[in-house]
């Protein structure tokens, strides 16, 4: 049975362990100073500050210590990505076909979005009973848009847990064969609009399709996605919609010591809306010894 008190401990251990390691990030954690590739495309760095964290070590930090059956979901896993957004992750690519934007360009794809919104807050309700806790959709940051010039889907909303807001930021990167989806958490949480569809925006304009699986490049005879955009949405969301079960918001969240996880269906864990706060750990674990210089301060021993 997975037991949340070791969880915590263990994260709380790898922070402290991190930390008096700041002068310099271990070997596991490499400079993000060139294009890295993914399944289906690839990603420019931005920030000279920013770091790839191996796929053995965020392997060993989602199974050892977040509690995972495995890390197959996961491609990349970077830190200080660009000096707004604090992780950057992008899940394995979603193979199911191309995805239409049809229903999405109709005249009632509000009146759709909005029935998406419900469900979404149902299962938020739901959670909040089972919990016994104050947790409720506090609106979108940013309303869901599809792109259909650059091929991209993204939004941003609140939740607000007992008194504190958080915020959950997904976007979805479409191809010739489905889609890549990456999880953005920001430096700071009170980001408005502008500013989080900037961050977003630059994601996308450094995330290149390897040649010929663009969006553009599909052909007569290439597999088409049994469900559109707004499927996809609600899928990414995690809620029900018409014809298509997501994988549900479900089955358990914790939130205990600042870490906020959820547990869902087959045992599969993902960090949720409170990256931040790994976030804000990150800042003291991943800090440059050259910034650390400028402040005035002493980087500690890597013994």
Excluded at 85 to 110: M, T
Excluded at 151 to 167: D, I, Q, R
Excluded at 201 to 217: C, F, L, S, T
Aim: with cysteine; glycine share 8%.
């Amino acid at each position: 049975m997975f037991k949340l008190n070791t969880l915590v401990l263990s994260a709380v251990i790898m922070c402290f362990t991190f930390a008096s390691h700041a002068s310099e990030p271990p070997l596991e954690y490499i400079p993000f100073e060139s294009p890295t590739k993914a399944s289906r495309g690839s990603l420019d760095p931005v920030s000279q500050e920013s770091y790839l964290v191996t796929r053995p070590k965020y392997c060993q930090i989602v199974t050892e210590e977040w509690g995972w059956d495995n890390c197959d979901g996961l491609e990349l896993f970077i830190v200080n990505y660009t000096d707004a957004i604090n992780i950057l992750i992008s899940e394995a690519p979603n193979s199911e076909g191309l995805v239409k934007f049809d229903e999405w360009q109709s005249d009632d794809h509000n009146d759709q979005i909005k029935e998406i919104e419900e469900q979404l807050k149902e299962s938020i309700s739901a959670q909040a009973k089972a919990l016994n806790a104050n947790i409720s959709f506090e609106g979108w940051k940013v309303y869901p848009t599809l792109n259909i010039h650059n091929n991209s889907m993204f939004y941003a909303y609140n939740l607000k847990w007992e008194g504190e807001f958080v915020t959950n930021i997904k976007l979805s990167l479409f191809d010739r064969q489905g889609y890549v989806v990456f999880r953005i958490t920001p430096n700071e949480s009170n980001l408005n609009e502008a500013q989080l569809s900037a961050l977003i925006e630059n994601v996308i304009q450094n995330y290149h399709p390897v040649e010929g699986e663009k969006y553009a490049d599909f052909k007569d005879g290439d597999k088409v996605a049994a469900v559109g955009a707004m499927g996809v949405l609600a899928g990414l969301l995690g809620v029900k919609y018409g014809k298509i079960a997501g994988a549900g918001l479900l089955a358990l969240l914790f939130k205990k010591g600042g870490i906020l996880i959820l547990l869902k269906k087959g045992g599969f864990l993902l960090l949720l809306p409170l990256f931040w706060v790994l976030g804000q750990l990150k800042n003291v674990i991943f800090r440059p010894k050259k910034t650390m210089a400028n402040d005035g301060e002493t980087p500690p021993s890597q013994d």
